[in-house]
């Protein structure tokens, strides 16, 4: 069945420094892949989001690249400041009949220390 | 554009009563997908649906739980007979028509089971 894993569970990084936080997925007909941030009793918001005809896609100090081969995604986020501390989701969307189903990875608890 | 509205925000029931949890999606959006997130876990698939049709409820629990999107008004999502394993934060999302995936999500609610 479809399946979404994530890596790591938790990443603590220094202010400055880079966090990658990396997704596999099991259904190779996926296709659209989006990323979530979500604070501490609020909405998951979407961050940034990568289709499967591209493979790397960068907003500011967010990145996200795509490896289709290995069935492979990461979000990197450079120059990390407090206020990046979240949770965040990946999740990989397909088409099994003509309709579009979101499976989301189990999160990664990002802690940036001043 | 007011987003997903989702209400309560707060739900308190006692076991047995039933627990009804309404989504409005966004304006323009005629697809709505409900989430399970339990405490420190992940995004839970339950079902999807489009106006007056259910589309996928693979992650819906075969009993007490049911779904619905009328032609007016909100999305539902009713539990029946609640115990103390549903309290969970149920979220709602909603994506545009076909062609574009990007979804959405409401603040959610909280149900808590006494």
Same mark, same amino acid.
């Given at each position: 069945g479809?399946?979404v894993?994530?890596?790591p569970?938790?990443l603590s990084v220094?202010?400055?420094?880079s966090?990658?936080?990396k997704?596999?997925?099991?259904?190779?007909?996926?296709n659209y892949?989006?990323w979530y941030?979500?604070?501490?009793?609020?909405?998951p918001?979407?961050?940034?989001?990568?289709r499967?005809?591209?493979?790397?896609?960068?907003?500011?100090r967010i990145?996200v690249?795509?490896?289709?081969?290995a069935k492979?995604?990461?979000?990197?986020?450079?120059?990390?400041q407090?206020?990046?501390?979240?949770?965040?989701?990946?999740?990989?969307?397909?088409r099994?009949?003509?309709?579009?189903?979101?499976?989301f990875?189990t999160g990664?608890r990002?802690k940036?220390?001043? | 554009?007011?987003?997903?509205?989702?209400?309560?925000r707060h739900?308190v029931?006692?076991?047995g009563q %039933?627990?009804?949890?309404r989504?409005? +999606?966004?304006? !323009?959006? $005629?697809?709505v997908?409900?989430y399970?997130q339990?405490?420190?876990e992940?995004?839970?698939?339950?079902?999807y649906?489009q106006?007056?049709?259910i589309?996928d409820e693979?992650?819906?629990?075969? %009993?007490r739980?049911?779904a619905?999107f +009328?032609?007016? !008004?909100? $999305?539902?999502?009713?539990?029946?007979?609640?115990?103390?394993?549903?309290?969970a934060?149920y979220f709602?999302?909603?994506?545009?028509d076909?062609?574009?995936?990007?979804l959405?999500?409401?603040?959610?609610?909280q149900?808590?089971?006494?």
């Amino acid at each position: 069945g479809e399946n979404v894993e994530q890596h790591p569970s938790t990443l603590s990084v220094q202010e400055g420094d880079s966090a990658v936080i990396k997704c596999t997925y099991s259904d190779s007909a996926s296709n659209y892949f989006p990323w979530y941030k979500q604070e501490l009793g609020k909405r998951p918001q979407l961050i940034i989001d990568i289709r499967s005809n591209v493979g790397e896609k960068k907003d500011q100090r967010i990145a996200v690249t795509l490896n289709k081969t290995a069935k492979h995604f990461s979000l990197h986020i450079t120059e990390t400041q407090p206020e990046d501390s979240a949770v965040y989701f990946c999740a990989a969307s397909i088409r099994p009949s003509g309709t579009y189903k979101y499976i989301f990875g189990t999160g990664t608890r990002l802690k940036v220390l001043a | 554009n007011a987003g997903v509205m989702q209400n309560p925000r707060h739900l308190v029931r006692r076991r047995g009563q %039933e627990a009804r949890l309404r989504c409005s +999606p966004m304006k !323009g959006h $005629s697809h709505v997908y409900w989430y399970r997130q339990l405490p420190e876990e992940g995004l839970k698939f339950m079902v999807y649906l489009q106006k007056e049709n259910i589309i996928d409820e693979s992650g819906m629990p075969k %009993e007490r739980f049911s779904a619905e999107f +009328p032609k007016e !008004g909100p $999305s539902i999502l009713r539990i029946q007979q609640v115990v103390r394993g549903d309290s969970a934060a149920y979220f709602c999302a909603s994506s545009p028509d076909r062609g574009n995936e990007k979804l959405f999500f409401g603040s959610g609610t909280q149900l808590s089971v006494l």
